[in-house]
């Protein structure tokens, strides 16, 4: 299975200010997936980033909040901008191969708005 | 909503009872699948279940899924304290959900 690396795993951001978070595959895939947990809650798809596209994003989710970069097929950002305390959510990026793996995740990005 | 409706919430077990969680879904679905998650980190594949089969196991994991009902357990037998984690059932249709989440604790 593809192994992601995600970073940071935790940041502390005072509100107004931006967090870019990468993913790091270390394979080809063609689709990654952004997601948000909050706290105690399950998890939310922000959106679906292609390579050479812009990504797809859910309803409740706009560009502008989490613009997302997807370069090449192994690399991803997710940026949450302008923050708020309601942006304190543990974010996810994810892949799929074939289907009998299942969906692998990265470890997380615990984010604290302050 | 169109996520997975999971029960219980919380589970307590000692370690060497087996633990068994349920999901509840409402669309239809290729397959169902559940994964693992340990204090807020990232999630664990650990069994897909396709629509057309009824029951699987992998180790100490058996799975079962309803199509007729739209549900689905998840059972870990003789449980041990290093299953203490938040398991949640995922929906594969047309577009991919996951469910509430159980959060169980095993007990030494």
């Known amino acids: 299975s593809a192994v992601i690396s995600q970073k940071p795993s935790r940041d502390i951001c005072q509100r107004g200010t931006s967090l870019t978070i990468q993913c790091q595959v270390d394979?080809?895939?063609?689709?990654m997936f952004w997601y948000r947990q909050q706290p105690g809650q399950s998890l939310t798809l922000i959106a679906t980033a292609n390579q050479g596209s812009e990504a797809t994003y859910e309803s409740g989710f706009v560009i502008d909040k989490f613009p997302i970069s997807r370069p090449n097929l192994t690399f991803s950002t997710l940026t949450v901008s302008n923050m708020s305390p309601e942006d304190s959510s543990i974010y996810l990026c994810s892949v799929a191969e074939q289907e009998s793996k299942g969906y692998t995740f990265g470890s997380g990005t615990r984010l604290t708005v302050v | 909503s169109q996520q997975g409706e999971e029960d219980p919430q919380a589970l307590s077990i000692q370690e060497g009872e087996n633990a068994t969680m349920n999901c509840s879904y409402k669309t239809s679905i290729n397959n169902l699948q559940w994964y693992r998650q340990n204090s807020g980190r990232g999630l664990v594949h650990l069994i897909l279940i396709r629509s057309n089969e009824r029951e699987k196991h992998s180790g100490r994991l058996r799975v079962t899924l309803d199509t007729s009902k739209k549900s689905s357990s998840l059972l870990i037998t003789a449980s041990r304290a290093a299953d203490t984690a938040s398991y949640f059932c995922?929906?594969?249709?047309?577009?991919?959900?996951f469910g509430t989440g159980t959060s169980l604790t095993v007990i030494p």
């Open positions: 394979s080809q895939v063609t689709m």
């Open positions: 995922a929906t594969k249709g047309n577009q991919f959900y």
